[in-house]
């Protein structure tokens, strides 16, 4: 891996399709963005904060998301997730994340994620079908 700095930035959005509602995916009974959706965004955000850093077969797995969803959003509107690097323990990565919509903050909280080897990790994993 290339050398990084805390305080690193990157982002990630979309706009609010019925593919993100809560009824859709499973979350929820209502027609507004699933916090799982917003998961997902929010690790987007983390990935590519450190996608040019990567070198070689590395990637990274997310390990941990502990996130507050503090605000509806309805369809149609677009979402904008952050994510910050705010520590590295050796091969793992914290960031502070944050998702707006176009009214304001919906949701933060912090992310881990760890650096592997993608093909390594893929064989390990997929010694559990044997």
């Known amino acids: 891996m290339k050398e990084l700095n805390i305080g690193i930035k990157a982002s990630s959005e979309l706009t609010v399709t019925s593919a993100e509602l809560a009824v859709n995916v499973g979350s929820g009974s209502l027609e507004v963005f699933a916090t799982p959706a917003m998961i997902m965004l929010m690790e987007k955000a983390a990935c590519n904060c450190l996608s040019q850093y990567l070198e070689g077969g590395e990637t ?8 507050r969803h503090t605000s509806a959003t309805p369809e ?3 979402v904008t997730a952050e994510a910050e690097l705010i520590q590295v323990s050796g091969r793992e990565f914290t960031f502070s994340v ?5 009214a304001g903050i919906i949701g933060e909280g912090t992310h881990k994620r760890f650096l592997v080897l993608g093909e390594k990790f893929t064989a390990k994993t997929m010694l559990k079908l044997k």
């Open 60 to 67: 990274t797995v997310g390990t941990e998301m502990n996130v």
């Open 76 to 78: 149609g509107m677009k």
């Open 98 to 102: 944050k998702a707006f919509d176009e």
